[in-house]
């Protein structure tokens, strides 16, 4: 690691802790050269996830708006944010170990409503009612029914 100071090509760790979540680890490095102490961040590389969006158009994975998608589902509900949090994570990891470099925008909405129906079936409903479009009451009214049935 150069020194970013001098950019002498030795420097040696001092300190090593987890960062961001146990996702990073942090280092502070010390130069053998001009004696100044600096940071990195050491992360896992990720291959970068395409999801092909309805219309065919593609865009980086982007776990925010399933997070934001949850979240309005389930607002003025009975669900924690630990429970949101949680259902995001396990979806980002069913995704990711899909091992798919492209995945469906469907695929990921389904993996959503599945969690949702076993958390709030309200919250489920009504994610179902955004994500599927529904073009009328009786499309509505039989997803209602298929969640009163089961």
């Known amino acids: 690691m150069k020194c970013p100071f001098c950019s002498h090509e030795n420097t040696s760790v001092i300190d090593s802790r987890p960062a961001e979540d146990n996702n990073s680890i942090r280092r502070r490095r010390l130069c053998e050269k001009c004696k100044k102490r600096f940071t990195t961040y050491e992360k896992v590389e990720t291959i970068p996830l395409i999801v092909i969006k309805k219309d065919n ?12 998608g949850v979240l309005r589902a389930c607002h003025k509900r009975p669900v924690s944010a630990a429970q949101i949090t949680q259902l ?3 979806v980002e990891t069913e995704v990711f170990n899909m091992g798919e ?18 958390l709030d079936s309200v919250a489920y409903v009504r994610f179902a009612s955004v994500y599927r479009e529904f073009k009328d009451l009786n ?8 969640v009163l049935d089961k």
């Open 57 to 68: 158009n593609r865009e980086a994975f982007d776990r925010a708006k399933i997070e934001d």
């Open 88 to 90: 995001v994570d396990d």
């Open 101 to 118: 470099k492209e995945v469906d925008s469907r695929s990921i909405g389904e993996l959503v409503m599945n969690k949702l129906h076993s």
């Open 139 to 146: 499309s509505f009214m039989e997803e209602l029914k298929k």
